[in-house]
């Protein structure tokens, strides 16, 4: 059982919005709570570079 | 009146945040058309087209192109970092990571909708940190699907997506989603446009919905097992508002189907199944539901005999459908397939053929304008009808078309007028049919929007399977008199 999933249904999310800006905006609009992060592409959008840096780090 | 582009090398900036950037330039004195832009290679075709020439930039790249009256246009173009300045000016930086923001504040779900290749890194580096994924990218690779979920399901959580468009959580709306009130009905959907038609068709019947997990549309193919579907049903069942689960998708894989039969049977609650491809129609599965929680049937869910069309020239033969949602295309191209007529597809229903080229419609012909040939680097045509209304225009010149079908998406996210987008090339003298998904909270309007199609001479039908119905009577009609 997904407990955690459970639980998320019945209290009141709150949310973490990583790219489309109009997305958190929206969840903000009807009352929830959201973090927006300001999200560019890592490695200057070289997804195998960014996954090279990651294991580097 | 000068045409100027200009670029920002490396910069990335969110579509449909670049297309509200572009409508505040347009708007500005002097400014007669923009465009902000990544420098795909789609988006380059587009600008070459509206006669900026070939212009030497790449998908990491930001261009904004301006035409207007020359002293408007450098004064725009000198200025670029603080017309694309996110946020309101002065407030503190927003994190720059996941890994920042989860320091300010503990979260419980992450969004992501970040361009594809990037997608799983972001969703991965979420389900580490203890969230749930809403995983709205696409283009994640069917490996990282799983891997994700299995690593969802390890710890106590769940992925939607990838590609999911819509969830209803707890109350919250995520992606695109429309005003709908709670009640009984709980959905598990790999279909985004499926679990928005089916909510609001609910809602404007007078119940409502617990909640609405979305899992991307490939969670029930064999791969993935339904990872996601399993978790949902398990979390509805456990519900004390949802009353009865529906599952709404695309036909599941074998051994998906399998696993699936054998988790409802030991449901302790209702499940109806509807599995779009065949048979089934979004309504039709609504009225399913609303009789198995005592709520009547409304006769707007009763299809009725298609009205006949009449006047149509003997070129006229074919149907068009144009669709911003994607599940509405795939529901009628099974409409069509049930009465053995054949549509070409970008998206085709199995045993469908696809439309070699995407550019040219052939016979009857559905296209799925949200497909991923369509919107790469561009805002989804719910969002922006700009692609649709341009294709659109050029079905209208086709003297071999004699319907053409349409479909409206109201809600969240959703464009503030998509009828008005069309509205002033809709012609008096073809046929066109439409459906319109939402409700009268939405901030469309339901019913102002309906109106405005009706006023232009369109037959509006309550929901999308009966547009399709009626537009597949029409194309029986056309073979018989062939």
């Not at chain 1, 009807?30 to 840096?53: K, N």
């Amino acid at each position: 059982m997904n407990t955690a999933l459970v639980d998320l249904l019945q209290g009141r999310p709150v949310f973490v919005n990583i790219g489309v800006r109009a997305f958190g905006e929206s969840l903000q609009a009807a009352g929830f709570e959201v973090v927006q992060v300001d999200w560019t592409p890592p490695a200057g959008g070289d997804p195998r570079l960014a996954a090279l840096l990651e294991d580097l780090l | 009146m000068i045409k100027k582009t200009a670029t920002l090398r490396n910069r990335y900036l969110d579509s449909v945040f670049l297309m509200q950037v572009a409508r505040r330039m347009a708007a500005s004195p002097g400014i007669h058309d923009a465009s902000a832009l990544l420098g795909t290679d789609a988006n380059k075709a587009v600008l070459a087209g509206m006669g900026y020439g070939a212009l030497d930039v790449g998908p990491n790249d930001l261009v904004v192109a301006l035409e207007g009256e020359p002293l408007a246009v450098e004064a725009v173009a000198a200025d670029l970092e603080a017309w694309l300045a996110p946020g309101v000016p002065g407030a503190a930086p927003a994190p720059r990571t996941l890994e920042e923001a989860l320091r300010s504040r503990a979260a419980d779900i992450a969004v992501v909708s970040v361009p594809g290749a990037h997608a799983a890194r972001e969703a991965r580096a979420a389900l580490a940190a203890g969230l749930h994924v809403f995983l709205f990218s696409s283009n994640v690779s069917l490996e990282d699907e799983v891997s994700l979920k299995l690593d969802a399901r390890d710890r106590g959580l769940i992925v939607m997506g990838p590609d999911c468009g819509t969830a209803y959580l707890a109350g919250a709306g995520l992606g695109f989603t429309n005003a709908v009130r709670r009640g009984p009905i709980g959905l598990v959907g790999s279909t985004g446009t499926g679990m928005q038609e089916f909510a609001c068709l609910v809602h404007r019947a007078g119940s409502g919905i617990s909640h609405g997990i979305g899992t991307g549309g490939r969670d029930l193919c064999d791969a993935v097992a339904g990872a996601s579907t399993l978790a949902g049903i398990d979390a509805l069942e456990a519900d004390p508002a949802t009353q009865i689960i529906v599952v709404l998708s695309k036909p599941p894989g074998a051994a998906a189907t399998a696993k699936l039969a054998e988790r409802l049977q030991s449901c302790t609650k209702p499940v109806m199944q509807c599995l779009l491809g065949g048979k089934d129609t979004l309504d039709g599965a609504v009225a399913r539901t609303l009789r198995e929680v005592g709520v009547e049937v409304p006769t707007f869910l009763r299809p009725g005999v298609s009205p006949r069309v009449t006047g149509l020239r003997p070129e006229q033969r074919h149907v068009r459908g144009l669709f911003a949602g994607g599940t509405l295309c795939y529901q009628a191209q099974a409409i069509f397939g049930q009465a053995g007529l054949t549509v070409h597809s970008n998206a085709p229903l199995h045993g469908m053929p696809a439309l070699e080229v995407p550019e040219q419609s052939v016979g009857h012909t559905f296209l799925d304008m949200g497909a991923e040939s369509f919107v790469e680097g561009r805002p989804h045509p719910m969002i922006d009808g700009a692609q649709r209304r341009r294709r659109l225009e050029r079905e209208l010149g086709d003297p071999s078309v004699a319907v053409v079908l349409l479909d409206f998406i109201l809600g969240t996210l959703s464009s503030a007028d998509p009828v008005g987008e069309v509205l002033d090339i809709l012609p008096k003298g073809l046929c066109v049919a439409a459906s319109v998904c939402g409700t009268e909270g939405d901030a469309q309007g339901l019913e102002r929007q309906v109106r405005a199609l009706e006023g232009a001479g369109v037959r509006v039908f309550p929901t999308a399977a009966q547009a399709a119905y009626f537009c597949r009577d029409v194309a029986l009609t056309l073979r018989e008199g062939s």
